[in-house]
């Protein structure tokens, strides 16, 4: 059974980090590509960041610079490490390995 899940989520004040991580299992995503999306209250679901099974990697303009999305296919792990974080960064963060999704994990950050 193929399952993503989430952790790092937390509260942060305006300016700090988080490092989200999403450990796959049931099945190796080194020839996948990966992706991170959020949903904010009252909002869609959008796209965040993804990496590509090639290496490449492509970012929401809203969080260029400030996020990176790497990962480990030694663990099939995601990571997406957030810096200079702002209130409007505050969602639910969801791990995607384009069909399976992980439950999210939340990321909340006051001003």
């Known amino acids: 059974q193929v399952q993503l899940v989430e952790s790092g989520g937390g509260l942060v004040q305006a300016g700090g980090s988080l490092r989200l991580a999403c450990a796959a299992s049931?099945?190796?995503?080194?020839?996948?590509?990966m992706a991170w999306y959020r949903q904010a209250p009252g909002k869609a679901r959008e796209f965040v960041a993804i990496?590509?099974?090639?290496?490449?990697?492509l970012y929401l303009n809203a969080v260029k610079g400030r996020f990176t999305v790497s990962r480990d296919n030694n663990t099939n792990t995601l990571y997406l490490q957030m810096n200079n974080l702002k209130p409007e960064d505050t969602a639910i963060y969801y791990c995607?390995?384009?069909?399976?999704w992980g439950q999210g994990t939340q990321v909340t950050v006051s001003s």
């Open positions: 049931g099945r190796s995503f080194s020839d996948t590509n």
């Open positions: 995607n390995g384009p069909e399976f």
């Open positions: 990496s590509g099974y090639l290496g490449t990697t």
